[in-house]
């Protein structure tokens, strides 16, 4: 169909067979997975998909792009939910799920966070996001790329870049490389937070101004006692910490509130 590629949607439909290929292999699909493939726009893997599994999910925000994939695959082996995968909801597939895409840019961060909260039912999740952002995914401590979203991703997550794809395998062609990357989740989780929700207030928290050391971006948290009863020198930045070390500083903290 002819499709006007809508920025707004972060459009950027991929159709460089050799890249559509090596997401295939990648991505390994069998018949009996249950697969959830998020913004499908004109079809570029979700074809593929369909050749390999038996019944396959797609969340599609664009009315136009839902419609035309309504029309082109039938309904008992592809199920088109319209509307928006940042607020759709992923356990409502089912356990064991398969997540793959190739996601609109301009909603990568609140994406991989809003998938991130579905990690205990969720079997992997294959995406196509920026490279940098892939890079910041992937990124270990003390790294420039190191940050919030290394943290909240690796918490939950073995994060795997597999291969960069170039701009020009997309119409229309982005102005940046991407990658493609797998994230499997860690089970168990090797260093579980007592309270998450205090885990991920204290990350934030301690990234919100990069250059500020613990002791001033922790402060509303943590005295300089506390510091000393982690042995973390106050004077260190959020990017030096580990991700266990900022579960123990989380820990601390759910601990004073019983
Ligand atoms: N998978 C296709 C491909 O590889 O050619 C299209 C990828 S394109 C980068 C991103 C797709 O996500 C578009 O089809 C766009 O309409 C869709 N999209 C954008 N925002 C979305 C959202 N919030 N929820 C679901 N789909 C979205």
Redesign the pocket.
Same mark, same amino acid.
């Given at each position: 169909m002819q499709h006007t590629p809508?920025k707004r949607?972060?459009?950027?439909?991929?159709?460089d067979p050799h890249f559509?290929r090596r997401c295939l292999e990648a991505i390994a699909p069998r018949p009996e997975d249950t697969l959830v493939? @998020?913004?499908?726009?004109?079809?570029?893997?979700?074809a593929p998909l369909l050749e390999k599994v038996h019944h396959l999910h797609v969340?599609? @925000?664009?009315r136009d792009?839902a419609a035309d994939l309504r029309r082109r695959f039938p309904a008992e082996r592809l199920t088109v939910h319209e509307?928006?995968?940042?607020r759709?909801d992923f356990a409502s597939l089912g356990p064991d799920l398969r997540v793959v895409?190739?996601?609109?840019?301009? @909603?990568s961060t609140p994406?991989l966070f809003h998938l991130a909260a579905f990690g205990d039912t969720l079997r992997d999740l294959h995406v196509?996001l920026q490279k940098e952002v892939v890079a910041r995914m992937a990124a270990t401590p003390s790294s420039p790329a190191y940050g919030r979203l290394s943290v909240m991703l690796q918490y939950r997550f073995a994060v795997k870049p597999l291969f960069d794809v170039p701009g020009g395998a997309?119409r229309p062609p982005p102005k940046v490389t991407s990658s493609f990357v797998r994230l499997a989740p860690l089970r168990p989780l090797p260093h579980p937070a007592r309270n998450e929700r205090i885990f991920a207030t204290m990350v934030a928290s301690a990234f919100s101004t990069r250059r500020k050391t613990l002791r001033n971006a922790l402060r509303s948290h943590l005295e300089a006692a506390d510091f000393a009863a982690l042995s973390i020198p106050p004077t260190l930045r959020a990017e030096n910490l580990s991700v266990a070390d900022f579960v123990r500083l989380a820990d601390y903290v759910a601990s004073r509130h019983g």
């Open positions: 809508r949607f972060g459009q950027n439909f991929l159709h559509v493939e @998020i913004g499908p726009g004109l079809g570029a893997l979700t969340v599609e @925000i664009d792009l509307g928006d995968a940042l759709f895409g190739n996601l609109p840019y301009n @909603i994406l196509m997309f």
